[in-house]
């Protein structure tokens, strides 16, 4: 079976081009590494470079398995970082934590805890890296380039699962709409709307278009957008109607919100890749104290 050093040698090898500079990167010998990368070659069975002159080239196959190479990698280092932070050793307290949220969630429900985790464990480092797709935040935790993710329910996960609290699904539209004058919004009223609606590439996009198959209506899209706070912020300017989720909000809208009748919510979630991860279980823990912000709209 291939070693992690073998798939540490090819790595440095895409990365630095030369089998020299490869092999100084790794403080190892230039023959050490062609044995690495020979025995790699025999596990594959076939080239991962091609020798020119005095020179080498990475074939497709050689990038091909540096891409997944990487991952291995990471998930090995991860399992280190782990394995260190729970052995209850001296560092216990320190390490790394590399969190990811859906865009609208950064500022509703993690900064706070980031701000705490700041202050109160300035040992701990705190990646921080945005999405706009659940099912992408998802992925990212099964791949090992994420230890904890926040925002809505994924199509489909792998990890652990925290429920934290649900958030509201609602209606803006500008300050003179006739939704102004509803208490709350018939989602079959959508269908007399021109819509703001979403790219594909937003979770958002599949959602809406599951809740008015849902309900048997067919949305009129005016313009597409990759984020809920721009489609709120077009809504209340008179461009069309939209549905965004409350943490879009926090940037308050000059327009009418009201909520969807009947009314919907959805969870918000925080899945871990490594749910005995002392670092881990201390963040989530705070993120249920902290809980979901409940938010209330002007009349």
Request: hydrophobic share 45%; net charge neutral; glycine share 8%.
């Amino acid at each position: 079976m291939t070693t992690l050093r073998a798939l540490e040698c090819l790595v440095a090898l895409v990365e630095h081009g030369s089998m020299s500079a490869a092999a100084e990167s790794l403080y190892m010998s230039q023959p050490a590494l062609s044995h690495q990368i020979a025995s790699l070659e025999r596990e594959l069975g076939a080239a991962v470079v091609e020798r020119k002159g005095r020179g080498v080239r990475v074939t497709v196959v050689g990038h091909a398995a540096a891409a997944e190479a990487r991952i291995a990698l990471r998930a090995a280092e991860k399992a280190v970082q782990v394995g260190k932070r729970t052995s209850g050793g001296d560092d216990a307290d320190a390490g790394q934590l590399r969190i990811s949220c859906d865009e609208t969630m950064t500022a509703w429900v993690l900064a706070p805890v980031l701000r705490q985790w700041r202050s109160r464990r300035p040992e701990v480092t705190l990646d921080l890296s945005e999405f706009t797709s659940a099912n992408a935040m998802a992925g990212a935790l099964a791949a090992g380039g994420t230890d904890i993710a926040v925002g809505p329910r994924p199509t489909r996960t792998e990890g652990h699962v925290e429920v934290l609290g649900r958030e509201d699904m609602v209606v803006v539209a500008a300050a003179q709409h006739r939704f102004g004058d509803l208490p709350t919004v018939p989602i079959t009223a959508l269908a007399d709307e021109v819509f703001i609606h979403y790219n594909p590439s937003n979770g958002m996009a599949m959602w809406v278009d599951q809740l008015a198959a849902q309900h048997q209506i067919v949305l009129n899209p005016v313009l597409r957008t990759f984020s809920p706070r721009t489609a709120a912020h077009l809504a209340a300017a008179g461009m069309g109607v939209t549905i965004v989720p409350a943490s879009a909000l926090v940037s308050w809208p000059n327009g009418v919100v009201r909520r969807l009748r009947p009314m919907v919510k959805r969870d918000v979630i925080a899945m871990v890749a490594a749910p005995s991860d002392t670092l881990a279980q201390d963040f989530i823990a705070d993120l249920h104290r902290r809980g979901v912000p409940n938010t209330t709209w002007p009349k």
